[in-house]
């Protein structure tokens, strides 16, 4: 029997070391995420290189970087520690008791809108828990989760890569922002001054295109893009003693302090709503710490 078939002749702490590993991606984070020392983590390293016959981290500049193998064995081996964590618990998952760092691809509207809550209620409940948030394109944000690079991501996902889900925390629309002297006596936006006016567009990847866009094709016409930039929490800054327009969903601003002058509105043409969605590897009920951690962020879109 092959060696790495036969768990006589592995010591499993060599797992709860690559956990580590596939998850930092970094030898002096996983040393200190696992309390051991910077060659005690490079001697595993090399054991687990042995037992796997394969790399599993490579240098690629200055960054370690998972080989295809290791990318497979990230989220069974998360999913398999953690049922083994549950059965020594012999008992239902407690939060207070988890000790895991979750990593999380989340856009600067998911920051400003769930973020906050989902902190605070993980502090309270899970205080042992961290969180390792990226922002990265739609299309990485899918590779990363189906690979088992990101243990979940938010956002907003039209569609869905095979062995990804998606739960959808809430239905979203836009509102208008500008300056209030830009407007007519009547304070009312007409669609020709929204179409003459200057937009602020929000994205980042640095798109024109958006939902907006998307809607004013549909009726043959365009609007003029004066700035494109990657945040929606600052966009509205911009707007004050300006001549510019910002259309933005709704939770974006929502929540926030305005400048003064500022006024919001409903667009003058019907943009369609948009679904903002927690995704998923297929699965993730199977991992009592992943399955917790998606009933706490269904909570937020209740």
């Known amino acids: 029997m092959n060696p790495v078939h036969d768990l006589r002749h592995i010591d ?6 690559l956990d580590a590993l596939l998850a930092e991606r970094h030898i002096s984070r996983a040393a200190q995420r696992l309390a051991m020392t910077q060659p005690a983590v490079s001697h595993a390293l090399n054991r687990l290189r042995d037992l796997f016959a ?9 960054e370690m970087r998972l080989t295809a193998r290791a990318a497979a064995l990230a989220q069974p081996l998360a999913d398999a520690l953690a049922q083994v ?11 207070q008791r988890c000790r895991r760092c979750f990593r999380l691809g989340i856009s600067d509207y998911g920051s400003a809108v769930v973020l906050p809550g989902l902190v605070r209620r993980l502090r309270q409940i899970a205080p042992g828990v961290d969180l390792q948030l990226s922002q990265h394109s739609r299309l990485e944000t899918l590779r990363q989760v189906a690979e088992g690079e990101l243990d979940a991501a ?7 890569a095979e062995g990804l ?7 979203e629309h836009f509102v208008v922002l ?15 001054h929204y179409l003459q006016a200057p937009h602020v567009h929000v994205s980042v ?4 295109h958006s939902h907006v866009d998307t809607a004013l ?7 003029r893009i004066a700035v494109i930039m990657p945040h929606f929490t600052v966009a509205a800054a911009l707007l004050a003693g300006t001549d510019l327009v910002l259309t933005v969903a709704f939770r974006a601003v929502a929540g926030s302090a305005l400048p003064a002058n500022l006024i919001m509105l409903e667009p003058p043409l019907p943009i369609p709503p948009f679904d903002f969605a927690a995704i998923w590897r297929t699965g993730v009920e199977a991992n009592p710490e992943l399955a917790w951690l998606r009933g706490e962020i269904r909570a937020l879109g209740g």
């Open 54 to 62: 394969d790399p599993l981290l490579v240098r690629v500049g200055n």
């Open 12 to 17: 499993l702490n060599l797992l709860v070391v």
């Open 205 to 208: 990847q640095g798109m024109h």
């Open 85 to 95: 964590r549950n059965v020594v618990a012999a008992g239902a998952f407690e939060p």
């Open 165 to 171: 889900q998606a739960d959808v925390l809430f239905q």
């Open 178 to 192: 500008t300056d209030r002297n830009n407007l007519p006596v009547t304070a009312k936006l007409t669609l020709d």
């Open 154 to 160: 938010l956002g907003v996902f039209p569609m869905l």
């Open 217 to 223: 094709a549909a009726r043959g016409l365009r609007r």
